[in-house]
């Protein structure tokens, strides 16, 4: 195990509908430490990579973007989510639908912010159905700009939205892939990163047997 | 002239409606050295001070805060902002007015990240009413933790909220204070902080004239 998974089963609440509780290290409460681990870690995974941004979303990303980015030594650009839209100047703007609040959120950047000079990180805490992420992708396409990679905190490897992202032919870097979590036991299954290349595209039987709730979005 | 308040003056856009616009480097795309500096500004104003702990609320009180905690070496928790109460767990709620967007929301924080052991310090990037900050304040002492005290990016001098929080007593600590903006000529007025013991508790007359709206939640 990792640093990260290994926080996760000391300090991760397995809950019934398959959610798993970080926040009092990640996305409620954060653990600066950990951040900065997180950081250092993205960077050696991403270090051949000419990113000059990272972009990320509101609200529980920017934390782990900021400390990212100093590793990087890159300024940070956070997507703003709202039901409404209230153009302010010209804006990107994608359509992303949310499971967990059963509604459609616009996810918004400045066009300024984005340009085909940009070569650009995304980082998200949590990677589900993936939504979000197709979003912020959109965005980052629609700018002219390249999308030189995305590092997810933690992946629900038994939702199809790393799949996608990696089938499309994206760097997808997730520093812990939950396969499975039993909310009874409060156990949980990692992927084993190490197989990683001949796994890609592809989740295991059992895994896609589990559950499709998710704390995301 | 601060490093702040010169950025101000090189990067921030004054707007109709006294509205500054710091997104370029502050709450929307994210200057993460700048945000370092000001980390270190608020350790300085701070540093004796025994803070355990940082709170802040989403979103872009969230980078400044995560940051700032790289000096102070302590856990950000941040209060989430809601329309509607989903209470999971026990939560201390305040209620906030947003000028903005003519609302009620509810400021959120999961009791078990506020303690009466905790010594906090509050980070947030603006300060004009001062609502979202007194819905802090009210969760932070509904905890029995202690308000070590405030740091702010950019306070609206001319707006009541720094006046209100001064009075109640709390050290208060904005790194840049905004007396007076033209929208016309892009003219900024900062307060010179130099004077700030004596002025403690009042604005200039000239100042209070200036209207009331603002970007502020």
Redesign the interface.
Known sequence: MNFLEERIVKDGVVKEGNVLKV???LN?????KL??QMGAEFKRRFADKPINKILTI??SG??I???A??HF??????A?KSQSINLDGDMYVAEVESFTHKCINHVI??Q??LTPADHVLIIDDFLANGCALQGLIQIVQSSGATVEGIGIAIEKGFQSGGRIIRNLGFQLESLAIVDGMNAETGEIWFRDQSKMKKETGETSEGAETVGRSSTLD
């Open positions: 926040d009092s290290f409620h409460q954060m653990d600066i951040l900065d509101e609200a920017i934390g973007a900021c400390v980015a100093q030594n890159v300024p940070v650009v956070f703003k950047v400045a300024k912010f």
